[in-house]
């Protein structure tokens, strides 16, 4: 139902405001806009009946007090009708109005459109989303839902030590978060995600979400990635570079493919 851009834009702007789910900001992207795929008026151009503008209907007067810092991938100037400007705006805007933390989502919900059917209506379809991707999990595609997690942060920027979605990661922190988002417990380090996890032999087919180690041996592991298909991997490479997919066949010293569950 969600467009796959879309949803990696709700799930990398949710991040930024702890305790707001994703589902949450889908949910009214859904609602508002059909994730930006109705030709409504209003939401690539003008305006609707109330005022509101862009994906995510927001009043001009909304959008300019919660559109900046320009969020990676955004337009500059900001604006409501760039999916990714607006849907960070939004999330900002629930962030400020109570989902912090969690503390009160249905009245976030509420600040944001004052009506108390449109809370129940996006907070049930809120849940529905979250259901689905629990029953995901459970059907064993942890992988791919690490795998949209990830892609979800191309655009961070490189960090040592860095694990924080819109800050920044190094490579095992990036798929650490992302399989802990899939519900898969992972260590912290590179050298040992390779301990921990079943390695594929030479005639196994690699899978999208299997993860590639780099270094000069199996106990001298330096790099992991995520695989987004055969030949290509999402990363984060190395100081002064952003999260990205690129092909793992130009890295040196691939030492192998493993499975993390």
């Known amino acids: 139902e969600i467009p796959p851009a879309m949803l990696a834009l709700y799930r990398r702007a949710a991040a930024t405001c702890r305790g707001l789910p994703w589902t949450v900001l889908a949910a009214i992207g859904t609602v508002e806009s059909d994730n930006g795929t109705s030709t409504l ?20 007067s909304t959008f300019a007090e919660y559109d900046q810092p320009v969020p990676p991938g955004g ?17 900002r805007d629930l962030c ?4 912090e933390n969690g503390a009160d989502l249905n009245g976030a919900v509420f600040a944001y459109n004052h009506s108390d059917s449109y809370v129940t209506e996006v907070l ?63 260590p912290r380090t590179a050298q040992e995600q390779y301990d921990a996890t079943t390695k594929l032999g030479p005639s196994d087919p690699v899978e999208p979400g299997d993860l590639v180690f780099f270094g ?12 987004v298909q055969p030949g290509v991997m999402v990363d984060a490479p190395h100081t002064g570079a952003d999260v990205r997919v690129e092909s793992y ?9 493993s499975q993390p569950m």
């Open 216 to 227: 000069s041996g199996p106990n001298a592991i330096e790099h992991v990635g995520i695989v």
């Open 96 to 99: 400020a109005n109570g989902a």
């Open 124 to 186: 049930d379809l809120a849940q529905s989303y979250g259901e689905t991707e629990a029953q995901t999990v459970a059907a064993g595609t942890a992988g791919a839902v690490a795998l949209d997690w990830a892609l979800a942060q191309v655009g961070t920027p490189y960090r040592w030590g860095g694990e924080t979605p819109g800050v920044g990661f190094d490579c095992s922190g990036l798929v650490q978060s992302a399989y802990a988002a899939a519900g898969v417990t992972l």
């Open 75 to 91: 337009t500059n100037p900001p604006s409501p009708y760039d999916p990714t400007d607006a849907v960070y705006a939004a999330a």
């Open 41 to 60: 008026p209003g939401v690539h151009s003008g305006a609707n009946a109330a005022g509101a503008e862009g994906p995510m209907q927001e009043l001009p």
């Open 249 to 257: 066949g130009g890295w040196a010293g691939l030492v192998g493919v």
